[in-house]
């Protein structure tokens, strides 16, 4: 069933409609900088190929890949259909079907052009009128550092100008900024060339469909918004711990970390989403305006209430780890943090007094990413008996990934003479429901930037206070140059996340229990 949000969208057009009920994106050319990257491979080309399956491309359609590296069409597609196949086959992994579709496949291959230039000179660019006739999206799949430089020579190029009737959109990957003033610095180069609605700035968070879920658990039911605010939660609980290390992308992550890579972006997000007002309406600037609200309510995280931490050698699940100090692009006296907790106040009527805590790290011990919200616990202890067995508090678990779903986990009368209070769970999975879909999380982003529906993206000023409230711990972290916490790769972290909580009576949702 198509959203409000998908319907208002597309109601303008007249397109035709496709199995899924939905119509497909406009006719459009998508020029794709940085055709040879990681992120073009693994993720955008599965996901064109799937919005093929699902019928939401146009027959109007056209991709040009734009790239410095030498190669040619035939090379470049060669590339891309050996990366398909082997996709396909993984049966772990999010792409996994039984075979690739040929038909939508050489549809998609056929629309493929290939250009080896310069992106971040104008002249270069003007080839690229050639394959444009009307609406265009140049995605910059490529490293932030060229982010401005790119947008300035297409503005030079004049390929943003907006033809009578149509559109040029550009969608931009993280990181966007690595601090408050150099987020703002890049929003005033963009914005210099291209109006705040051609950009797309993404957070590939806000793709999955976990995410996405909490706002229709939260704005589609009644039974859980009465719940959601100061006089019944106690605290939530918000992440991402991931079994990953940095592996071949040390020189990237020395200068990032794991606040700048994940908390002013991806965990934002998540916070957005359980804790924002309903927007007035599931229209674009509706939304972007309630997380604004929220993301202003925050109030600068204070510096003594984050615990940062380094992995040091170790086992994940089985297989060694080098220490992050032992990484290629790393300094052997590195104070890079590759974990981080934090904890976050919000001051608005609903949250006020409500701690939020968030959490990322990698090499830790499992891999879940999830949202705990958790309870305050009866007003009064009816059952006496019970009560020195009390079970844990109610929490509800929004569970992102690797399990998709929501644990509602609740007190029920153990069997037996005695009143006696356990903790059990009631689950929703995905797979129970739902068929497994191929989907890697890209599919919606890019049909929504095609349709210039910008939902899921992220405004200029929502960026820029995601970055002013962590900028007083980057600002103490800057001057004070101390070192993180060691922690084992294969643990769940260092023991300063756990004494943060403990300072507030409180403990994390354990990161290794089964989901
Ligand atoms: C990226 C970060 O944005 O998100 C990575 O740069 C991180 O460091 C990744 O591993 C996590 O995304 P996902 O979808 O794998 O949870």
Redesign the pocket.
């Known amino acids: 069933m198509a959203t409000a949000r998908t319907i208002s969208s597309l109601a303008r057009t007249d397109r035709p409609v496709a199995p899924s009920g939905r119509k497909p994106a406009p006719d459009c050319t998508l020029v794709i900088f940085g055709a040879h990257g990681d992120l073009t491979k693994r993720l955008l080309t599965p996901a064109l190929y799937d919005l093929k399956v699902a019928g939401l491309l146009s027959d109007g359609f056209r991709i040009v890949g734009v790239d410095m590296a030498d190669d040619t069409l035939e090379g470049w597609i060669e590339g891309l259909t050996e990366m398909m196949e082997a996709f396909t086959k993984d049966a772990a992994g999010e792409f996994y079907t039984p075979s690739l579709n040929e038909e939508a496949w050489t549809w998609l291959k056929e629309r493929l052009s290939y250009e080896r230039l310069d992106f971040t000179n104008p002249d270069e660019l003007k080839k690229l009128s050639a394959h444009i006739d009307s609406n265009a999206v140049f995605y910059l799949a490529i490293p932030s550092r060229f982010f401005a430089p790119a947008v300035d020579a297409l503005g030079a190029s004049g390929l943003t100008k907006e033809p009578e009737g149509g559109f040029r959109r550009i969608a931009i990957e ?1 990181p966007f900024g690595t601090d408050l003033q150099s987020a703002q610095e890049l929003n005033r180069r963009i914005l210099d060339v291209v109006k705040e609605q051609q950009i797309f700035r993404i957070d ?1 968070f806000l793709g999955k469909e976990t995410v996405q879920n909490i706002l229709a658990m939260r704005f589609g039911n009644v039974l859980f918004e009465p719940l959601w605010h100061r006089d019944y939660i106690d605290n939530v609980q918000i992440t ?1 711990a ?1 079994t ?1 290390n940095v592996e071949s992308r040390g020189s990237f992550y020395e200068g990032t970390g794991a606040l700048r ?2 908390v002013p972006n ?1 965990l934002f997000q998540m916070l957005a989403m359980v804790a924002m007002e309903p927007p007035a309406s599931f229209a674009a600037e509706k939304v972007r305006t309630s997380k604004q609200t929220l993301f202003e309510s925050i109030l600068p995280v204070k510096p003594e209430d984050v615990v940062r931490g380094q992995y040091t050698k170790g086992e994940v699940k089985g297989k060694s780890v080098p220490s992050y100090r032992d990484a290629d692009g790393v300094a052997s006296d590195s104070v890079t943090e590759t974990y981080v907790a934090m904890k976050l106040e919000i001051q608005n009527w609903r949250w006020a007094g409500v701690p939020f805590y968030l959490r990322t790290g990698k090499a830790l011990s499992n891999r879940r ?1 999830e949202i705990v919200v958790e309870f305050r616990r009866p007003p009064l202890t009816l059952f006496p008996s019970a009560d020195t067995h009390a079970p844990p508090p109610n929490r509800i678990v929004l569970n992102v ?1 690797p399990t998709q779903g929501v644990t509602l986990c609740f007190a029920a009368k153990k069997p037996g003479p005695e009143m006696r209070l356990s903790d059990v769970e009631a689950r929703f999975r995905y797979p129970d429901f739902f068929n497994r879909e191929p989907n890697v ?1 890209y599919e919606t982003l890019l049909y929504d930037c095609l349709c210039g529906d910008a939902t899921l993206f992220q405004r200029a000023d929502n960026i820029d206070v995601a970055w002013s409230s962590v900028e007083p711990v980057l600002e103490s972290w800057r001057s004070e140059k101390t070192a993180p916490e060691l922690y084992e790769a294969g643990t769940a972290g260092p023991a300063g996340a756990d004494e943060l909580l403990a300072r507030d009576g409180r403990e994390w949702s354990p990161i290794d229990q089964k989901s």
Request: hydrophobic share 25%; net charge negative; charged share 25%.
């Open positions: 993280k590939h991402a991931e990953v890579d994940m991806h990413t990934q999380g």
